[in-house]
């Protein structure tokens, strides 16, 4: 589920969105995919180079690549010296994104790491990264959240900014019943962030749930 909002709604918000045509011509691409529900929206890739953007955001993190599409937004942002770490493990999908990064002329400042995010993510902090990012974006496998939102909160500089994407999982965090694997990360994860004193935090309803984390 791309968002929970009404079709209607849905549909009026994408349509208000800024994007490129690059990025609307990946999206058309994506569409056709048999996971293309795992591509974020427009709206939301909207958000992402706000949020870089306001915070001067010159290295950043993306852990769960899929096609590009928020790679672009990122990127975008980025002063022209700035990389993005590209953490996925599909040599496939991220083929498309690696052609939609040059068309966009952002190739220069993306970083692909085809290798295990969490392995990625040690190896930065074992090369001196610890302290030193200013934004990462976690959209990958929901049971490996919390691990990869540890290690980010190592990365990040004080007043640097997570954005984790489907922490609403389509509503099924609201169910009471006990649900699959990656809803119970989802769900012990959103408590453990409320809760988290290291952090200032938001959940908010964009898209299929995106919580927002400041490191303090």
Same mark, same amino acid.
């Given at each position: &589920?791309?968002?929970?909002?009404? $079709?209607?709604?849905?549909?009026?918000?994408?349509?208000?969105?800024?994007?490129?045509?690059?990025?609307?011509?990946?999206?058309?691409?994506?569409?056709?995919?048999?996971?293309?529900? &795992?591509?974020?929206?427009? %709206?939301?890739?909207?958000?992402?180079?706000?949020?870089?953007?306001? @915070?001067?955001?010159?290295?950043?993190?993306? @852990?769960?690549?899929?096609?590009?599409?928020?790679?672009?937004? @990122?990127?975008?942002?980025?002063?022209? %010296?700035?990389?993005?770490?590209?953490? %996925?493990?599909?040599?496939?999908? =991220? $083929?498309?994104?690696?052609?939609?990064?040059? $068309?966009?002329?952002?190739?220069?400042?993306?970083?692909?790491?085809?290798?295990?995010?969490? %392995? =990625?993510?040690?190896?930065?902090?074992?090369?001196?990264?610890?302290?030193?990012?200013?934004?990462?974006?976690?959209?990958?496998?929901? =049971?490996?959240?919390?691990?990869?939102?540890?290690?980010?909160?190592?990365?990040?500089?004080?007043?640097?900014? @997570?954005?984790?994407?489907?922490?609403?999982?389509?509503?099924?965090?609201?169910?009471?019943?006990?649900?699959?694997?990656? =809803? $119970?990360?989802?769900?012990?994860?959103?408590?453990?962030?409320?809760?988290?004193?290291?952090?200032?935090?938001?959940?908010?309803?964009?898209?299929?749930?995106?919580?927002?984390?400041?490191?303090?």
């Amino acid at each position: &589920m791309r968002s929970l909002l009404p $079709e209607a709604v849905d549909k009026y918000v994408a349509s208000l969105a800024h994007e490129t045509d690059v990025q609307a011509r990946l999206r058309e691409e994506t569409s056709k995919l048999s996971v293309a529900g &795992m591509q974020i929206g427009a %709206d939301q890739g909207a958000f992402l180079s706000l949020l870089v953007s306001a @915070i001067g955001a010159k290295h950043a993190i993306e @852990i769960g690549t899929f096609t590009g599409y928020s790679a672009i937004s @990122i990127a975008s942002a980025l002063p022209e %010296d700035g990389r993005l770490i590209c953490c %996925d493990v599909s040599e496939e999908w =991220t $083929e498309i994104a690696k052609r939609y990064w040059k $068309e966009a002329r952002l190739d220069a400042r993306i970083d692909l790491r085809l290798a295990p995010a969490l %392995d =990625t993510l040690n190896d930065l902090l074992g090369d001196g990264g610890e302290g030193t990012f200013d934004f990462v974006f976690i959209d990958a496998d929901k =049971t490996g959240y919390d691990a990869y939102y540890e290690a980010s909160l190592d990365l990040l500089r004080p007043g640097g900014l @997570i954005a984790l994407d489907n922490t609403l999982w389509g509503g099924a965090v609201a169910e009471v019943a006990k649900g699959d694997a990656d =809803t $119970e990360a989802l769900k012990s994860l959103n408590l453990k962030i409320a809760s988290d004193s290291r952090v200032d935090s938001s959940l908010l309803t964009i898209g299929d749930g995106v919580t927002l984390v400041r490191k303090r």
